[in-house]
């Protein structure tokens, strides 16, 4: 046996142990032992069963993802799941956590499953660019019906025990101790006199349905919900083969198809998505032993979008927020907004009255600072002028008890600077939350000058909490996402003024995998937020930058995008599809001829590459300054916050991928072309003279 694995016996029956933290992943170890002991077991004849337990707070959540693109060492999952269902006494796997990817397929090899009742079991290969590839596709319909197999394979998403037991995916719940349980299922068996059972040997989930229609409809969903993914049609491919060829050649198919996936550059986007995000709540230079505050109460200044979707956010995972307005009518105006969101949610299905009433009751409003003086945490979220900022953060810094964490939403102002306000700069963070806050997973954690380290780590575990993906920022105009995005914006329109309409630019830029394209979305967010900003750039950057001239064309004539009915678009009262603006058309001429620019027609490439690759350049800046620990953080909020194709990993990773040789040889172009927007960041200019990446650079330095 290894250190990972160990095969005790209780009587006859044998009982294997998986020891390998933090999640029991199917590493080579753990594979050559779970081998070996079935095998014993096999062999051994006083054994009548086999019960297999996972040590630790989860069952196996998969393969070992780091092992993926390294030169494979047997035996092979698929190899010890052979053994595992081949073996002659009636094997029973205990779930408890999760049974995930090769988890659940090594379960499946079992002959008999139990889960504790708050199990979850899934195949989430497909979010990491795969498909199951140890017999999970092969399995799974064979037990649970095509319907539901194709469900959890393309979708990815796990489901809980209840639901794995009336789909046959499981045999028994249970509660309690795991060593117990699976014993006493065994004996049962022994006694029962029930032997091996082998799910691949099963065929009730394949009979009776038209399964042929199911793939179909499935095909029409991923073309039209999952466009540009490679791995999903090849989940459904693999699921196919189990609805036509006995299990081992639908076995050797699925390995066909595992493989495609694995030597796509989509499983090595999705695998470093996988780990940036949860490299991200690592912080380099704090302390190990930080210590956390307790957060038991918050509250959230200012009743407008923002404002409700946090204190929605804290109320939804339990903790109690006041929310302060400057006037009772403002007040019942928010709270009116935090009702609205509950009920459209209930109306959708997606919660229920109770819960509603219950989430509500934890939001209470008030109209005095005084009010916040038992706070754990406030969160600012007011009107973006520090002079606003000011007053709230002195009026906070008068009431709020020694300890709170005073933390500001501001997207664009000097963290530092609101600080000062206050006699306590180290109790100040900034939590930029994205709208609608709610509903955006990414928190922007903005580490002032002077954050404390405490508040700083309570801040990451605060997003924790909220259940976002918290990245660490520094200040700067915009931070990370919001300064990048500006870069992308402009260069958007200046598309405009070369001949592009809004529609080729979002279309050319959906294609390449953004959830939304840029004029959609500003027309979403509405255009007075960018001409705000514009005007304080044109006042402090440097004279000589253009700037593009067609928003602020559409801001005079007062079409600020969806609040106003148009935008770069045009919306029918109640109806978001965008239709063609046909008074955009005069002002797009009127923007070149001033400029005295020759319209023309822009290809695909050039539209995706002018965008992205300034999202690039700024990006190398930002992590040459410090203000992102590290290019994999940068992609993690693009990820998250702005639409950007996971299955290209984020945009750093997307400019290794291109080559930054590549990359800079186009960022110079423009730059002779366009101007100093284009300055190459000095990094991209050392790293694609190394022959590096930014991914390399993080690492080494
Ligand atoms: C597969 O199985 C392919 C097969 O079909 C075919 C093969 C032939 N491997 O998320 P957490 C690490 S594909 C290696 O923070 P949680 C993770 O990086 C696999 N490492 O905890 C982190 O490390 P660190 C299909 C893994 O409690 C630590 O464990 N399976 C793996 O929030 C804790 O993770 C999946 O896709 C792994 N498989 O969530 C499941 N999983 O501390 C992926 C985790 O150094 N995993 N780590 O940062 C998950 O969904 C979650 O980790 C889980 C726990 C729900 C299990």
């Known amino acids: 046996m290894t250190d990972v694995i160990r095969l005790e016996r209780r009587g006859d029956i044998a009982l294997i142990l998986v020891n390998n933290p933090p999640v029991n992943a199917l590493g080579h170890a753990v594979r050559k032992g779970l081998l070996d002991a079935f095998r014993q077991a096999d062999e051994a004849p006083e054994v009548t069963a086999v019960v297999l337990v996972c040590e630790g707070p989860t069952f ?19 190899e010890v799941i052979e053994v595992i269902e081949g073996c002659r006494k009636p094997s029973v796997a205990v779930i408890h956590g999760s049974a995930l990817g090769g988890g659940l397929e090594v379960a499946l090899g079992c002959h008999y499953r139990i889960a504790r009742s708050d199990a ?21 319909p064979r037990l649970a019906g095509v319907e539901k197999a194709l469900e959890m394979i393309v979708s990815g998403q796990p489901i809980g025990a209840a639901e794995a037991l009336e789909h046959h995916i499981v045999d028994e719940l249970f509660e309690g101790d795991l060593i117990e349980a699976g014993l006493t299922y065994a004996r049962r068996l022994v006694e029962e006199g029930r032997g091996p059972r082998r799910s691949g040997e099963q ?30 049609l090849r989940c459904i491919a693999a699921v196919e083969a189990a609805t036509r060829l006995p299990l081992a050649e639908g076995l050797k198919r699925e390995r066909e198809l595992f493989t495609e996936c694995l030597n ?9 998505s996988f780990f940036a995000e949860r490299q991200a709540g690592k912080i380099d230079d704090l302390p190990s032993d930080v210590k956390l505050r307790p957060i038991r109460t918050a509250a959230v200044i200012g009743g407008g979008t923002m404002g409700v979707g946090i204190a929605l956010s804290f109320a939804n995972t339990g903790v109690p927020v006041k929310l302060l307005e400057i006037n009772d009518e403002a007040l019942q105006r928010g709270l009116q907004r935090a009702r609205e969101t509950y009920a459209a949610s209930v109306k959708r299905g997606s919660l229920t009255e109770d819960a509603m009433e219950q989430r509500l009751a934890l939001i209470a409003g008030v109209t005095d600072y005084g009010a916040l003086a038992d706070a754990d945490v406030v969160v600012e979220a007011v009107f973006e002028e520090m002079g606003v900022k000011q007053q709230v953060f002195e009026q906070l810094d008068a009431v709020c008890k020694p300890g709170a964490i005073l933390a500001s939403n501001t997207s664009s102002l000097d963290l530092n600077a609101i600080a000062a306000f206050t006699k306590r700069p180290e109790d100040v963070v900034g939590l930029h939350f994205f709208s609608p806050a709610n509903v955006m997973r990414l928190l922007e954690v903005v580490r002032g000058e002077r954050t404390s380290d405490e508040v700083l780590a309570t801040a990451m575990a605060i997003g924790k909490q909220l259940k976002k993906v918290s990245v660490v920022v520094g200040v700067c105009d915009g931070f990370v996402g919001n300064r990048m995005v500006f870069q992308y914006g402009r260069e958007a329109e200046f598309l405009l003024e070369e001949g592009a309409t809004p529609q080729q630019v979002d279309a050319a830029l959906r294609n390449f995998g953004m959830a939304m394209g840029p004029f959609a979305m500003r027309d979403l967010s509405g255009l007075d937020i960018g001409q705000a900003i514009r005007k304080r750039q044109r006042a402090t950057l440097p004279a000589h930058l253009d700037f593009p001239t067609v928003s602020d064309k559409l801001c005079a004539a007062g079409m600020l995008g969806q609040k106003t009915g148009a935008g770069y678009y045009r919306y029918e009262p109640g109806n978001r599809t965008p239709q063609e603006n046909p008074d955009l058309a005069p002002m797009l001429e009127a923007a070149s001829r001033e400029k005295g620019i020759e319209r023309k027609a822009l290809d695909e490439q050039y539209i995706v590459e002018r965008c992205i690759f300034a999202l690039v350049n700024e990006g190398a800046k930002i992590l040459e300054e410090g203000i992102a620990q590290r290019s994999s953080d940068i992609d993690v909020i693009y990820l998250n916050g702005y639409g950007f194709p996971a299955f290209r990993g984020g945009p750093m990773y997307y400019a290794d991928s291109v080559g930054l040789d590549k990359v800079l040889a186009r960022v110079k172009e423009l730059h002779a072309r366009c101007g100093d927007w284009w300055k190459p960041a000095p990094l991209l200019e050392k790293l694609a003279a190394e022959g590096r ?9």
């Open 693 to 701: 990446t930014f991914t390399e650079w993080q690492a080494g330095q």
């Open 60 to 78: 196996m959540a998969g393969a070992d993802i780091k092992e993926f693109g390294k030169p494979p060492q047997a035996p092979s999952l698929p």
């Open 203 to 232: 065929t009730r989930g394949l009979e009776g349905v038209d399964n042929e229609a199911l793939i179909r409809a499935k095909h029409a969903e991923v073309a039209k919900r999952m466009p540009g993914l490679f791995s999903p």
């Open 120 to 140: 979850k079991v899934g195949l989430p290969e497909v979010k990491l660019g795969l498909l199951p590839g140890a017999g999970g596709t092969q399995r799974l």
């Open 264 to 272: 796509s550059p989509q499983r090595g986007a999705l695998i470093h």
